[in-house]
């Protein structure tokens, strides 16, 4: 089974599931000591999986499971998706800052995870990602917020960005809404390939090796 099919289930995402998942997600915060870059970026991301709708909540859902599939087996000596390394890899480098571990995490969440879990939706629910489109922007748009959060909560302020004038750099070169449109545009040729599993599973490959290239990027030591 690939890991575009490991979630491919045919029914509708339980209600159970989703909040299992939430109850993993808060159970894991501060579960890392201070500083830890694995720790950081998972106590900025949100721990609701919102199940509400059927479709918001499956979408949310499966990136969430998605996420906790790549730190389950970095955790268990495994390998996760290469976009995840980085972060598991620098988690305690002391150059990098906290504000570069979330959105090092925040990428790999969007440019890989995303699309995948725009897949495994549409596998669970019988649906096309078009009928899907609504759903995803509104989970963009709480990615957004995420973004804005870590932009408030772990940016250094003004005098420290004047000693640190690469980390200025690093953060303002990368983009959420074009890592929003890449995500998209993976997740709708992944479906036209579903038929294709070995092209499906090389373009998920590429993809994920792209995304890790811009996390290694983002997690450059700044001091």
Not at 100 to 121: K, W
Not at 186 to 200: I, T, Y
């Amino acid at each position: 089974m690939t890991q575009i099919e490991q979630f491919a289930e045919p029914a509708v995402l339980p209600a159970l599931v989703a909040d299992t998942l939430t109850q993993r997600m808060r159970a894991l915060r501060h579960r890392w000591p201070p500083g830890d870059g694995v720790g950081v970026f998972h106590d900025v991301r949100p721990a609701e999986t919102g199940y509400g709708e059927a479709t918001t909540g499956t979408l949310r859902a499966r990136l969430a499971e998605r996420y906790l599939s790549a730190l389950d087996a970095a955790e268990a000596g495994g390998r996760p998706p290469e976009c995840w390394r980085p972060l598991f890899q620098y988690r305690h480098h002391p150059g990098v800052r906290p504000v570069q571990f979330a959105l090092g995490g925040l990428h790999a969440h969007i440019a890989h995870d995303l699309s995948l879990a725009v897949v495994d939706t549409c596998h669970t629910l019988d649906c096309a990602p078009p009928e899907l489109e609504g759903e995803f922007e509104r989970v963009g748009d709480l990615l957004a917020s995420l973004e804005e959060r870590i932009h408030d909560d772990l940016m250094p302020g003004p005098d420290l960005l004047r000693i640190a004038d690469p980390l200025n750099h690093l953060v303002s070169s990368w983009s959420l809404e074009r890592a929003r449109e890449a995500a998209w545009s993976s997740a709708r040729v992944l479906w036209r390939l579903r038929g294709l599993p070995s092209s499906a599973e090389e373009f998920r490959r590429q993809t994920d090796a792209g995304a890790g290239l811009v996390v290694r990027f983002l997690l450059t030591p700044c001091r």
